[in-house]
């Protein structure tokens, strides 16, 4: 029975880390479609998120049925109930991969002010950000997990400059208004990719320590 238990256990960190998988791939190519106005790619994107739904489904019936066969106790416990809320963050970040592909899909506006380099790079810290809070998870690394929290400074940081030169042009010229406006969209919506994986890497800690850091 324990065997078993921990057969299962293992199943549902592996469909966990292939479900993160897909949303990583997600960022990648919901930023690479904006760049190059790719349709083919930000449709993919739209795509591969019904895949990321479906696996949020099955990894909540995982976890619920491991709890009410097995009613697990101490760490085991934390790691499921922590798999329950990371799994939550993971869907959420797919959904901001999809709300990128489609302001992707619907913009006309990078003839008039190309998609900036800046939000790459700002996209590329908060993929790095979820990346280094599942190791941390992998891991069962809470010191790892306070570093990611601690990095996402950077991407709030990105945000905030970001969000001022924007409007700056924005004053500076009225015709690319609507270009910086929607860019500014594209710039929270990669700010919340780092929220939550800062809220992943809350949630190790807590799986680790006992310890629930969210909002200190």
């Known amino acids: 029975m324990k065997d078993k238990f921990h057969f299962e256990l293992e199943n549902v960190n592996k469909s966990l880390l292939d479900m993160a998988a897909k949303v990583e791939n997600n960022i990648d190519r919901s930023i690479e479609g904006c760049r190059t106005s790719d349709i083919g790619t930000l449709e993919e994107v739209l795509a591969r998120d019904l895949e990321i739904d479906k696996a949020e489904k099955e ?9 009410a066969l097995y009613q697990p106790v101490a760490r085991d416990l934390r790691f499921i109930t922590t798999a329950l809320k990371i799994v939550r963050d993971i869907e959420r970040i797919g959904d901001l991969a999809k ?60 945000h905030r400059e970001n969000l001022r030169s924007f409007i700056n042009e924005m004053m500076a010229d009225p015709e690319v208004a609507e270009a910086y406006t929607q860019y500014i969209s594209v710039n929270k919506f990669i700010e919340r990719i780092g929220d939550h994986s800062a809220n992943i890497a809350a949630m190790v800690v807590y799986m680790v320590e006992g310890r629930d850091v969210r909002h200190m």
Do not use: T, W
């Open 59 to 67: 990894i909540d019936e995982m976890c619920v049925s491991l709890l």
């Open 99 to 158: 709300n990128l592909a489609r302001y992707g899909l619907h913009k006309n506006y990078e003839k008039i002010v190309p998609f900036p380099p800046v939000l790459n790079e700002m996209a590329g810290e908060a993929r790095s950000l979820l990346r280094k809070a599942l190791d941390s998870f992998v891991r069962q690394d809470s010191e790892a997990a306070r570093k990611v929290m601690e990095e996402d400074k950077k991407v709030d940081r990105y």
